[in-house]
């Protein structure tokens, strides 16, 4: 028998939203029968210069990919006035939540996430034998005083999320300021736009990379999994000061972002309709999903991402929906019994979850 770490056996691993294929076989229904609402994924599918770029280059796989994604750093650093030194892209933003545990966190150091939140700040702290502390949300929001709270000695890193995954709350630019201020300059504050593309424009937006001038212990994350449509190909980055770029870039693989993934997202970084089209099919189906809610008389969060956070009064329907062939996030582990975070998906997915959901919720 091979002796593993007692501490490694004892970890909790990520459990992700169901794919299709396993709910098809253990419902025994068919594939195309499935709706899957539970991972935030573009029910749009991929950018379609994405898929294109993609076709006409596949024969270049045989080759190493460029390890500093230059090409795409560059475009990343023009689209948003940045130097490019102060960009770095992995595997995922997930992969760079690692990374910098990797690069700033020692064995005993603490971090901060809000709860509920994006479990993997905590998953991946805990790999690292970094103790995660919670700051409860207030009003299903992030609560920067009481994150503040929480920093001791050993706070290393802040993880910030907005919009908010899994409530849809974002944080007000005064708001983060302020917090910016108080916060010791030798404490990273990570601010995860994950649906970044998703708030631009909504009231109260703002951009968060016109303050990193302001701030060198100021990150933010991105990713392409999300209103790109390319969340298989494991693509995302970060932005910060050239200290924290180059300290990512220290522990992270030489190959850490494959060729497919930097040829899709430089041409989805170009493909502005299919993003304007990801951003109406979303409007549309949140204005749908939000009247039925309010129909069903169930209360839900405002969001300003491409997901919902809803009250339904009872618990377990999740579970039912998925024998319906509905995929949903349940928010159990979360500690919201009855709430469900649902992805705004095409209209024809949102009919399905809605149809199975009024049914649930009258014969009940
Ligand atoms: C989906 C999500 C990510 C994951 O991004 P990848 O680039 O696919 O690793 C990161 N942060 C939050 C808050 C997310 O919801």
Redesign the pocket.
């Known amino acids: 028998m091979i002796k593993i770490r007692k501490w490694v056996r004892d970890l909790t691993t990520y459990a992700p939203g169901k794919p299709i294929q396993y709910v098809a076989r253990e419902i025994g229904i068919n594939e195309n029968d499935i709706v899957k609402l539970a991972?935030?994924e573009n029910s749009l599918g991929p950018s379609p210069l994405a898929t294109a770029a993609i076709q006409a280059n596949i024969n270049e796989v045989f080759r190493y990919p460029d390890g500093l994604c230059y090409d795409l750093k560059e475009k990343i650093a023009e689209k948003y006035s940045i130097s490019s030194d102060r960009i770095i892209f992995g595997n995922?933003?997930?992969?760079i939540?690692g990374l910098l545990y990797a690069a700033i966190c020692e064995e005993g150091d603490e971090t901060i996430m809000a709860f509920p939140?994006?479990a993997?700040y905590l998953l991946i702290g805990n790999t690292h034998k970094v103790k995660v502390n919670m700051a409860s949300l207030k009003n299903f929001k992030t609560d920067l005083n009481a994150v503040r709270k929480s920093v001791n000695d050993r706070t290393r890193i802040i993880f910030l999320?907005s919009p908010n995954?899994p409530t849809g709350a974002i944080i007000m630019r005064d708001e983060l300021t302020e917090f910016m201020n108080k916060i010791p300059n030798d404490i990273l504050v990570v601010v995860?736009e994950?649906?970044y593309e998703f708030a631009i424009g909504k009231p109260g937006f703002y951009e968060t990379i016109d303050m990193l001038s302001d701030y060198d212990n100021l990150a933010i994350?991105r990713?392409?999994?999300?209103a790109y449509g390319l969340?298989g190909l494991?693509?995302?980055y970060a932005i910060g000061s050239k200290e924290v770029i180059q300290a990512i870039n220290n522990v992270r693989q030489p190959f850490n972002v494959n060729i497919v993934a930097q040829i899709a997202a430089m041409a989805a970084l170009d493909d502005r309709k299919f993003l304007k089209q990801t951003r109406k099919m979303v409007k549309d189906g949140m204005d749908y999903l939000k009247s039925e809610f309010d129909m069903l008389n169930l209360k839900y969060v405002e969001s300003y991402a491409n997901f919902i956070l809803v009250d339904l009064k009872k618990p377990d329907i999740a579970e039912m929906l998925l024998k319906k062939g509905v995929i949903v996030r349940d928010m159990k582990g979360y500690g919201l019994e009855n709430f469900i975070r649902v992805t705004v998906g095409n209209s024809d997915e949102n009919k399905k979850f809605i149809t199975n959901l009024r049914e649930l919720m009258e014969h009940r």
């Open positions: 991972s935030n995922g933003s997930d992969e939540i939140s994006f993997e999320n995954n995860d994950a649906y994350l990713t392409f999994s999300k969340a494991r693509i995302g």
